[in-house]
Structures are given as structure tokens and as C-alpha cells.
């Protein structure tokens, strides 16, 4: 069952501004994934936090995880044209081996 | 580059037809491969994972006898949509994963686009 909740699932900013994503999930897990999706097309994972991590960046990405709150958050930073995408979190469940969990995603527009 | 394949990238066949799609690991062999069905603008809602050797293993509500899996190569699975009937239009997307790696992503292939006429 799908057990990721993403906000907000829309997301509309100007070229240059930074963009917050949240993902909240309801088990216990081995990571979190954030995945993107351009229109039509596979998944590019963007980057992976273990649970036992707090933050991690990657560019212009930052990812920080919250466990006791089981959330987790996505900044794009300087965000450009080339972002506008679905952003997906993924979790790994404890029990679930390399099973990923796919959160509700949030649709970014980013409007130049 | 890609290193996972997937092919067709989009199919349209008629009511009743089955369809064949195939998901490869091209750099890596992958023991255990997911299928992956997203309706538009949905998130992926997982079918069923796929072991190399061995039986698939499905999720609740989904029809084995209608989408079959087959994983007989440590580099490819595939799933078959039997009888496709136009409520099985939708993007299906696999995704495989490199077992020498822990703790590592999912590898995603392309997707196919079904519409079942």
C-alpha cells in the first residue's frame, strides 16, 4: 500500500527561488529515496538518506530526515526552467528488502 | 547511460490481445527486478517484485493470472498483460536492483505507455 504523503502536490515558483517539498511516511525504514519524473518518462533517483542520517546534499539539493517525525523534506535551491518535474519520495521499508514505497509526489512548475 | 532497458516505450493494441513487455539490466545482473503501474499524474503503485528462478510475488489486488511475470535470466524480466482490456491503459515502468551495492537506488527503466483500444 502506499504509505508516502507528499506536500504540496502542487508546486508553482519563479525561476531562481527555492523550492520545499515534503514527504511524511507511516513505518519504520532502512532509507528515503527522492526520485524525479519528467512527463511521460522512468524515474532519475536524485538521492538517497539513510535512516540513521540527517541531512544530505547533493548540488543544488538538500534532503533532511526526520524519524520520530517520519517526514522527510526536499529543497531545490536556485531553482531553473529545467527543474519543472514530478518529485517523488520513496521509502524502503525495514522489513520490505529493496522494496521502495512511492509517496503521492508533488508536481514543480518552475516558470522562467 | 541507461542501465536498465525498457522496451516497447509505447504500445496500443486492440481489446482482448496480450502485450509483452521487458525490462533488462544492462550492467549489472539483477536478481530482483519490481513492476511498477502509474495511472496520470498518480504516484507508482507497485504490482509485484520479480526473483530470478522463481515465482513472482505479487501485491494485494493484483491479478497474477492477468499480468504475468516471468524472470528467467539474471538480466531480464518480463510482464505479460493478458487479455488487455481498455482499464488496463496505463504507464508501466520496471525497475531492477544491483545486488553488489548496499543500501543502493533502484535503477528505473523508461516506462511503457499500454492503450488498450
Known amino acids: 500500500s502506499q504509505q508516502g504523503e507528499e506536500d504540496p502536490q502542487a508546486l508553482s515558483i519563479q525561476e531562481g527561488e527555492n523550492a520545499t517539498m515534503n514527504c511524511s511516511y507511516k513505518t519504520s525504514i532502512n532509507n528515503l529515496q527522492w526520485y524525479r519524473q519528467n512527463s511521460g518518462r522512468g524515474l532519475v533517483h536524485l538521492i538517497l538518506?539513510?535512516?540513521?542520517?540527517r541531512e544530505k546534499h547533493s548540488g543544488r539539493l538538500r534532503v533532511t530526515l526526520d524519524t520520530s517525525k517520519k517526514s522527510s523534506s526536499l529543497l531545490i535551491t536556485a531553482s531553473r526552467a529545467a527543474d519543472t518535474a514530478s518529485y517523488f519520495c520513496a521509502t524502503n521499508p525495514l522489513q520490505g528488502a529493496q522494496k521502495l514505497v512511492f509517496g503521492q509526489g508533488t508536481r514543480l512548475t518552475i516558470n522562467p | 547511460g541507461a542501465v536498465v532497458s525498457q522496451h516497447p516505450s509505447r504500445v496500443i493494441c486492440k481489446s482482448g490481445t496480450s502485450v509483452k513487455i521487458e525490462c533488462r539490466s544492462l550492467d549489472f545482473q539483477a536478481t530482483t527486478m519490481f513492476w511498477y503501474r502509474q495511472f496520470p499524474k498518480k504516484s507508482l503503485m507497485l504490482m509485484a517484485t520479480?526473483?530470478?528462478?522463481?515465482?513472482?510475488?505479487?501485491e494485494q489486488g493484483v491479478e497474477k493470472d492477468k499480468f504475468l511475470i516471468n524472470h528467467a535470466s539474471l538480466t531480464l524480466s518480463t510482464l505479460t498483460v493478458t487479455s488487455a482490456h481498455p482499464e488496463d491503459s496505463s504507464f508501466y515502468i520496471c525497475?531492477?536492483?544491483?545486488?553488489?551495492?548496499?543500501?543502493?537506488?533502484?535503477?528505473f527503466g523508461n516506462g511503457t505507455r499500454l492503450t488498450v483500444t
Open positions: 525497475s531492477a536492483v544491483n545486488p553488489g551495492l548496499n543500501n543502493s537506488p533502484l535503477h
Open positions: 538518506i539513510r535512516s540513521n542520517e
Open positions: 520479480s526473483n530470478e528462478g522463481s515465482k513472482a510475488t505479487y
